[in-house]
């Protein structure tokens, strides 16, 4: 386990729940199901949207030994993936912050704003890529491979879906007792823990001369065992809904989203515990 | 394009570590920073013939710094630009510039790139490139006892030694190029080997 990179387990994690998010709310939002004054309160529930992915991004400063010199992040745009996501990642920030600004303070003709949402989520996908991109490093064999871009997705949809039906529940959204959200989250439940599974088992295959994958991180199926059953008392909250019939609610899903943040944010850790490379 | 390098004789070294105190010495390092490092790989055991028990234990070192490769995984990786390859072909980083972020010792299958905590920024072997400049050798070169280490243009050293630059426990030199030419000790096993183990890992 990696705690001492909490910074990038933070940034990562949050940034991708806050596109996961953006992109259901983005989505609902352009297809005009809601009503003026759902819109409305929706903006203002996104607040915490932009909480999130603000917080991120002042997490992933306490990660560089200089974060005076951040800017110079930037310096390589298009030859380094980490200058892309710290590229992509600030213009998401800024063309979806400006949309909601816009949306707040009802300035622009709705057509303006809806291009800019349109923009602002294409560009989240490509900030999402440029993550995914970031850790498949050649000489990295624990993180080049399928189960970078399954976990990090994986998050976006976990995470992110539960987010969104919290912030739709908040706003008192006609949508929130959406039953796509809670089941489009239980597939990606079962898909990862499928995936856990699997990369587990492939583990095995990886070794250097003087590293062994499987035994980088000693209490691994602890910390599995923690995650998966996080994870699934989240599903739980997030499906009670479903069952009873009734309305979620806010004091229903916030705990759920917690346990599932909580989860992801444990896989993240033993994603970059897991670092090694081909040599020593 | 100019490019320098180094002959490493695995062969004669001792594992005496001259070489990478020499080193700390001339760059003034903190403990924990290691420009070059000397490591231990050790395996063996007992193998039963007929009625007696024999051992097979064997050891070898490898003095490693930077190889100041041709495809370094470090700089493709670099956001701030500050770890690039000079037109002499030493891969140094900018001090100035670095922001820290400790991506470039996650890429290098070396453990080439040396994070120094209290400057806030990567630090590494940068080929003492300013004595090269004025004729003289690496500080490191220079104090071998055992003359296991050799400095020059990287086309000279492999006319005289063959290209050889894998073994284990290194990556196999097809990913970053380095620029190094090893003779391997007689105990030297291939590079992805799995009989062995890194003997001194707080050592490097
Ligand atoms: S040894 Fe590592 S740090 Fe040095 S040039 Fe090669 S990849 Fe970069
Ligand atoms: S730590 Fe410095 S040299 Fe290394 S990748 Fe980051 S900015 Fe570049
Ligand atoms: S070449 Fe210079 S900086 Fe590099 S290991 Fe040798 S003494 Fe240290």
């Known amino acids: 386990m990696a705690w001492h990179e909490w910074p990038l387990m933070l940034f990562t994690v949050l940034a991708q729940t806050s596109v996961g998010s953006f992109l259901v709310l983005g989505?609902?939002?352009?297809?005009?199901?809601?009503?003026l004054n759902e819109e409305n309160r929706l903006h203002k529930a996104m607040f915490f949207l932009w909480a999130l992915m603000g917080l991120g991004f002042m997490a992933s400063t306490a990660h560089l030994g200089s974060p005076l010199r951040a800017m110079n992040a930037l310096n390589q745009v298009g030859s380094s993936w980490l200058s892309n996501e710290i590229f992509f990642g600030s213009?998401?920030?800024?063309?979806?912050?400006?949309?909601?600004?816009?949306?707040?303070?009802?300035?622009?003709?709705?057509?303006?704003?809806k291009m800019l949402l349109a923009a602002a989520m294409l560009i989240g996908i490509v900030f999402m890529y440029a993550m995914i991109k970031v850790y498949l490093i050649d000489t990295v064999p624990t993180w080049n491979n399928i189960f970078t871009p399954f976990g990090f997705i994986l998050t976006m949809l976990l995470s992110g879906l539960l987010f969104a039906q919290l912030l739709l529940t908040g706003a008192q959204s006609k949508q929130a007792g959406h039953k796509l959200l809670p089941v489009a989250g239980a597939i990606a439940a079962?898909?990862?823990?499928?995936?856990?599974?699997?990369?587990?088992?492939?583990?095995?295959?990886?070794?250097?001369?003087?590293?062994a994958a499987a035994g980088i991180i000693d209490n691994m199926q602890q910390l599995q065992l923690i995650r998966g059953a996080?994870?699934?008392?989240?599903?739980?909250?997030?499906?009670?809904?479903?069952?009873?019939?009734?309305?979620?609610?806010?004091?229903?899903?916030?705990p759920a989203f917690v346990l599932m943040f909580v989860s992801e944010f444990i896989a993240r850790g033993i994603f970059y515990g897991l670092h090694m490379t081909t040599g020593m | 394009m100019k490019q320098y390098g180094f002959y490493i004789d695995s062969s004669k070294c001792t594992g005496c570590k001259t070489c990478q105190l020499s080193c700390k010495d001339n760059k003034d390092l903190d403990i924990g920073v290691n420009f070059r490092r000397v490591y231990e790989y050790a395996g063996g055991d007992?193998?039963?013939?007929?009625?007696?028990?024999?051992?097979?234990?064997?050891?070898?070192?490898?003095?490693?710094?930077?190889?100041?490769?041709?495809?370094?995984?470090?700089?493709?990786?670099?956001?701030?630009?500050?770890?690039?390859?000079?037109?002499?072909g030493f891969v140094v980083v900018d001090e100035k510039t670095c922001i820290g972020c400790k991506y470039c010792s996650m890429a290098c299958p070396y453990g080439a790139p040396q994070y120094n905590e209290e400057k806030g920024h990567?630090?590494?072997?940068?080929?003492?490139?300013?004595?090269?400049?004025?004729?003289?050798?690496?500080?490191?070169?220079?104090?071998?006892?055992?003359?296991?280490?050799?400095?020059?243009?990287?086309?000279?050293?492999?006319e005289k030694y063959g290209t050889n630059a894998d073994v284990a426990p290194l990556p196999s030199?097809?990913?970053?190029?380095?620029?190094?030419?090893?003779?391997?000790?007689?105990?030297?096993?291939?590079?992805?080997?799995?009989?062995?183990?890194?003997?001194?890992?707080?050592?490097?």
């Open chain 1, 27 to 35: 989505g609902l939002l352009l297809s005009g199901q809601l009503s």
């Open chain 1, 91 to 113: 213009l998401f920030f800024a063309a979806g912050g400006f949309y909601w600004l816009l949306s707040m303070l009802n300035k622009g003709t709705p057509q303006v704003r």
């Open chain 1, 190 to 211: 079962v898909v990862s823990l499928v995936v856990t599974v699997l990369q587990m088992t492939d583990l095995s295959s990886i070794n250097s001369a003087v590293t």
């Open chain 1, 230 to 254: 996080l994870m699934l008392a989240a599903l739980a909250l997030w499906f009670k809904p479903l069952i009873t019939s009734d309305k979620p609610t806010t004091l229903l899903l916030a």
């Open chain 2, 46 to 88: 007992w193998l039963k013939e007929g009625e007696i028990y024999r051992q097979s234990v064997y050891s070898y070192y490898l003095s490693i710094a930077c190889n100041h490769c041709d495809q370094p995984a470090c700089t493709k990786v670099c956001p701030s630009g500050a770890m690039h390859k000079r037109e002499d």
């Open chain 2, 122 to 158: 990567m630090t590494k072997c940068d080929g003492c490139f300013e004595r090269v400049e004025q004729g003289m050798q690496p500080v490191c070169v220079g104090s071998c006892p055992l003359r296991a280490l050799e400095f020059g243009p990287i086309a000279q050293l492999r």
């Open chain 2, 173 to 204: 030199s097809l990913t970053t190029k380095p620029n190094i030419v090893i003779k391997q000790n007689r105990n030297a096993r291939p590079t992805d080997d799995q009989s062995g183990h890194l003997a001194n890992p707080k050592e490097v």
